[in-house]
């Protein structure tokens, strides 16, 4: 029969203190287990080198946090990295061994009357967030403009005080879902994203960390020599290592880092944990020992008859039921405070349940060091340390190797020992593993550092050879990682979080910039908190001016900006676009100018842009040409194309040119990019929208664009590329002018008044009637024919200004030292080949509908002429059909009487 596993019932006679006790025993204990969650308060972000959880070593070697304003600017004298650091610092929560496992752990059961999670302010939030859809999203929306604030608020000289800041606002938001998930249940997705931000605000605690003492040994290492001095001291000599071993260094940095992560989940103890113990130990034992004793009859079951420590495995005989309860509880508990980094705690927790010995056992890690030896005086000082640590530690890897101890036990003296697979048996999750394998590592080089130096004791032989030998390394660790058989560690590998973590400790940035492109190449979209994260840790290690892959980093950034522009984050995205290289960063930008359509934003975007340092005239100039050149449609012959009304696409083309307006500085640009869009309307005689681009220029353009060249104080003309401009935005003008008259021409000429008709066999009063109306019709045919007679000339007088157009033709430059436009050129030869010869019908057009064959006939002339050479635009076809138009009009004229040009027939 196995005693250690049987049921033992428990004591018929028992003191009140424990029958109490016994009827608590069903309460529920919020005590968690390592690695699992806890949904407890958290507590707040706190320097993880301020404060760190008590260590194994790290009484001696804990950096002091430098001063990083002192660190990064030059001529300021340094903080040294290391100082001592007291083995009871967190001593400082007070707590009495009475009492203190009152504070020590919250349950989810008194979170809930536990006022700082719901004062006033902090309900009213969190009623508001449950509303919505998601409140986990909503709750934490604001981080984006925060990180963006934090991250402009301190310049390159504070990049630790930022990642301070960032641990706040995280740890601000990851309170406030907490609150959320308390009254609204364990919505997934609000729970999901308080992970993502406890995930988030712990990688950027060990980033600082980490960076702090890679930043200050960067800076210091012409400073540090690998010289040793002698010591008789373990403890110096332990000094020495972490003081010039950044391996070991960073290594411990690790195990704080984790155990701090430990101490913040676990919170503090709720109220209602209990042991049966209270100053006695197994006293539910001991008074079934003294019960025996008393009446003289042997138990029903058999239990230990000492009460020694090693009793239950020397005598291999069990404890009272409630005894082992007791002790296997505590002994879950005391590996996690000791896997918090909370070993003082764990010793006065054995203390209160009246196990001193046990307390006595977790003392023995400390190195041993007698100051008397060197100080020189004559007053003796106290020594620290234990001077047998060697013992110790070879009698802790045995107990662990014990497979009869409870295998939490086992853990604790694992962890005090360097003895891995014991350890990692109550390891549960990714952290637990990479804690239990650095805490060894840490061990096993100090141990070997300490053989090395000879300041080992014999003892160390009595440790096996595989641990004396072992040769870790960082990579190993994760290597070894990669290979652990329980499931869900191999799943937390994988997760993001914890991958940025293990390049992070590698200070593999390499790596880590290959699985940054691994993930944005990847089909399922990251997680908005995350992308968010990636950014700015980007931009961190560029603060710090360490070597990246460059567009790796562009892709962060633009993936970034995109789920910004996706999320109408307005404010924020110039800031970001002004962190990419200038050519990137103007296509980025253009591309979000694009789609902003509301009018009164566009102004406040350019603003945002000229703030962020970024090159608002060629931004507005590319999204400009891109909007313009978003169609493929060629420049065809008029006969080819109809007329047709604007769409969405010509009126996006026609409110683009507002970006070019808001600065007047860009009114030459406005010009340029107006000219080439209205060349297409007009390409397309798409006439109303090329009227309303043109109508969106401003009237002083010419005129401010060359008072902006004079104020510059130039005597010189503009460049020929603004007044070629110039010129054509005159071109285009007069066409739209002539267009527009020939407009009101025909709508006035097919608005002819209409003859009142007498109808047969019209009575008296009706013929009378129709005289007034005859009177009032040939009143009207009267103005009628005026107005079309103005309006004759108008359209006569605005088509022979485009034939006409002075020096040198219509759409034709008159500076040739302008920078070669291929595009525009041949764009500009097309539309005097589609543009003139349509003119040219309608002038012609006009004059035959108003009688005027005469003036029709002398357009040949004008056609025809070398100095204008109109001719050379027509295609023989055109030129056919407008000769049969003249035709036309000389046989109108002969049949008046006249010669076929209209002057009158000699006898």
């Known amino acids: 029969m196995d005693w250690g596993q049987s049921e033992l019932p428990s004591p018929v006679v028992r003191d009140d203190e424990v029958t109490v006790a016994a009827r608590r025993r069903r309460k529920k204990v919020a005590f968690p287990s390592p690695g699992s969650p806890v949904v407890s308060a958290v507590t707040p972000a706190r320097s993880l080198l301020r404060n760190t959880p008590a260590s194994l070593y790290r009484q001696a070697v804990t950096p002091k946090v430098p001063d990083v304003s002192s660190i990064l600017a030059p001529g300021v004298l340094r903080t040294p990295r290391y100082t001592h650091t007291p083995r009871n610092a967190l001593s400082s929560l007070n707590l009495d061994d009475s009492d203190w496992t009152n504070s020590l752990y919250i349950s989810p059961v008194s979170e809930l009357e536990n006022t700082s999670f719901f004062r006033e302010d902090t309900a009213n939030l969190s009623s508001a967030l449950l509303k919505e859809d998601d409140p986990g999203e909503a709750a934490a929306a604001s981080l984006f403009p925060e990180f963006l604030a934090s991250f402009q608020k301190h310049s390159s000289s504070a990049v630790f005080e930022l990642l301070e800041d960032y641990q706040t606002i995280c740890q601000d938001k990851v309170d406030v879902l907490q609150s959320v998930v308390i009254r609204a249940g364990q919505n997934s997705k609000t729970a999901g994203v308080r992970w993502l931000l406890q995930q988030e605000n712990c990688t950027w605690r060990l980033m600082a960390s980490l960076y702090r003492d890679r930043v200050q040994l960067a800076l210091e290492e012409d400073m540090i020599t690998d010289m040793v001095v002698p010591s008789e001291s373990e403890k110096i000599v332990v000094e020495q290592l972490f003081q010039r071993d950044a391996i070991i260094r960073q290594s411990q940095l690790v195990v704080d880092w984790l155990e701090s992560i430990a101490k913040d989940q676990i919170g503090d103890f709720s109220d209602n944990i209990e042991y049966y113990a209270k100053n006695v130990c197994w006293e539910n034992t001991l008074l079934a020992l003294k019960m025996r004793r008393k009446s003289g009859t042997a138990l029903t079951v058999p239990l230990v008859t000492e009460l020694d420590p090693d009793a239950p495995l020397r005598q291999q005989r069990p404890l009272a039921n409630l005894d082992r309860e007791d002790d296997a509880r505590l002994l879950k508990n005391l590996f996690t405070l000791i896997r918090a980094g909370m070993t003082d705690e764990a010793q006065r927790l054995c203390k209160r349940c009246g196990q001193a010995w046990r307390a006595a056992t977790l003392e023995g890690w400390k190195l041993y060091h007698d100051p008397n030896m060197n100080s020189g005086s004559l007053e003796l000082q106290p020594v620290e340390g234990n001077p047998h640590r060697g013992i110790w530690k070879a009698c802790c890897w045995r107990m662990a190797e014990e497979e009869q101890l409870n295998r939490y036990e086992r853990a604790i003296y694992a962890s005090l020992s360097g003895n891995l697979k014991p350890l990692l048996a109550v390891c549960e999750s990714w952290e637990d593993c990479v804690w239990a394998y650095f805490r060894v590592m840490v061990d096993s080089l100090v141990e070997k550092e300490l053989i090395s130096s000879g300041m080992a004791h014999q003892e160390t032989e009595a440790l096996p050879r595989e641990y004396l030998e072992a040769n870790w390394t960082m990579e190993k660790v994760f290597e070894e990682l990669q290979a652990c058989e329980t499931k869900r560690v191999l799943e937390e590998t994988k997760e993001h979080y914890h991958i940025i973590q293990k ?40 603060s710090l001016g360490l070597a990246l892959k460059e567009d790796v980093c562009v892709d962060v950034l633009k993936a970034y900006i995109t789920l910004l522009i996706r999320d109408q984050q307005t404010n924020l995205i110039a800031s970001y676009v002004g962190q990419l290289p200038v050519e990137v960063a103007t296509t980025q930008y253009a591309a979000f100018l694009e789609i902003v359509t509301q009018p009164e934003l566009r102004p406040h975007c350019l603003q945002l842009a000229t703030d962020a340092g970024l090159d608002v005239s060629a931004i507005t100039k590319l999204v400009v ?283």
Not at 504 to 522: C, H
Not at 708 to 715: A, R
């Open 625 to 907: 040409e891109t909007v313009r050149e978003s169609d493929d449609t060629e420049f065809m012959h008029h006969s080819q194309t109809l007329e047709m009304g604007t769409t969405k696409e010509d009126q996006r083309k026609i409110d683009v040119i507002d970006w070019l307006l808001f600065d007047p500085a860009h009114r030459a640009e406005a010009l340029k990019q107006s000219n080439s869009i209205m060349r297409k309307f007009l390409a397309l005689q798409k006439h109303d929208a090329a009227k309303a681009v043109f109508s969106k220029v401003p009237e002083d353009s010419i005129r401010e664009i060359y008072s902006q060249w004079s104020g510059e104080g130039q005597t010189t003309p503009p460049p020929a590329e603004d007044e070629n401009a110039i010129r054509e935005h005159l071109c285009i003008r007069a066409y739209l002018e002539a267009h527009e008259a020939f407009t009101d021409w025909f709508s006035h000429s097919s608005s002819a008044p209409q003859k009142p008709m007498l109808a047969p066999e019209a009575k008296f009063t009706e013929q009378v009637a129709n005289e007034m109306k005859e009177k009032e019709y040939q009143t009207c045919l009267s103005a009628w024919s005026s107005r079309l007679d103005v309006l004759t000339e108008d359209v006569k007088e605005r088509i022979y200004n485009v034939l006409l157009f002075v020096d040198g033709g219509w759409m034709v430059d008159n500076r040739q030292d302008s920078e070669q436009d291929t595009e525009r050129s041949h764009q500009m030869v097309a539309l005097r080949s589609l543009c003139l010869p349509r003119l040219s019908f309608l002038l012609l057009s006009v004059l035959q509908s108003s009688g005027r064959h005469q003036e029709a006939l002398r357009l040949a002339d004008i056609i025809s002429s070398d100095q204008h050479r109109l001719y050379q635009v027509f295609s023989k076809e055109e030129l056919r059909r407008f000769l049969q138009k003249l035709r036309e009009s000389s046989l109108a004229l002969l049949d008046r009487g006249l010669d076929p040009l209209g002057y009158e027939l000699q006898p």
């Open 503 to 542: 390049f992070v400790i590698l200070g593999d940035l390499d790596g880590l910039m290959e699985e940054f492109s691994d993930w944005l190449t990847a089909s399922k979209p990251l997680p908005s908190h995350l992308l968010r994260f990636m950014t700015h840790l980007v931009l961190f290690f560029r």
